[in-house]
Structures are given as structure tokens and as C-alpha cells.
Nanobody, 125 residues
């Protein structure tokens, strides 16, 4: 069984910072992509940022995240991070990590798209 576990959400004042983490565990052969999405209250889930796994790790950001958020990964730890700076009330949302994971041969060498359980970020004074 492969799963993603997130941490790092909470309450922060406008202008503050938070760092989210997401760790993949289980019988993992490789991870193809990592990303962060968010779902604001009453709205649909939206992309925040993605990062590829090969050396160099190219990144892509939603316009709302550019210049304020930084996605990074530690491939040895199967972990993706989202550093969020200059937070605004409109960043309030449940944040989900996403990974495309290939299981080990003993687990069928399957390609799975996995989601974390979500972590709430509230930006408010």
C-alpha cells in the first residue's frame, strides 16, 4: 500500500509564511511527478505548483503562486515541499499533495495517481 501524508498546515496572519510537507511511503519503485493543489471554501480544486522528478526538477506555478510560493522535492525521502510566503487571505484553502507513483514489481509495477489527505491553511488576522 502506498500513501501520502501531509503536514504543515495551520493558521497564519496575512504576510506570514508556512511550509507544507508531503511524504510518500510504501512499496515505491519510482515517482514521476509531484504537485500541490488547493481547494478554497466553496470552490473547486485548483493547481498550485508541480515539479518533475528527473535531475533539474522543472517547476510550474499557477499565476496566483508565482513569486510567493516555491515547490521543491527531496527524492531520497520521497518528499515534496511547498514554501508559502507573503500569504494572503485568498490563499485560505485545503491543500492537497499529488504524486504519480509506480509501485515495485512485487506490487504489480502499477502507475498510481495518489492524493494526500489534505491540510488546512487559514490566512487570517
Amino acid at each position: 500500500q502506498v500513501q501520502l501524508v501531509e503536514s504543515g498546515g495551520g493558521l497564519v496572519q496575512p504576510g506570514g509564511s508556512l511550509r507544507l510537507s508531503c511524504v510518500a511511503s510504501g512499496r515505491i519503485f519510482s515517482i514521476n511527478n509531484m504537485g500541490w493543489y488547493r481547494q478554497p471554501p466553496g470552490k473547486e480544486r485548483e493547481l498550485v505548483a508541480t515539479i518533475t522528478i528527473p535531475a533539474g526538477g522543472s517547476t510550474d506555478y499557477a499565476d496566483s503562486a508565482k513569486g510567493r510560493f516555491t515547490i521543491s522535492r527531496d527524492t531520497a525521502k520521497n518528499t515534496v515541499y511547498l514554501q508559502m510566503n507573503s500569504l494572503k487571505p485568498e490563499d485560505t484553502a485545503v491543500y492537497y499533495c499529488n504524486m504519480r507513483v509506480r509501485t515495485t514489481p512485487s506490487q504489480g509495477y502499477r502507475l498510481l495517481e495518489l492524493w494526500g489527505q489534505g491540510t488546512l491553511v487559514t490566512v487570517s488576522s
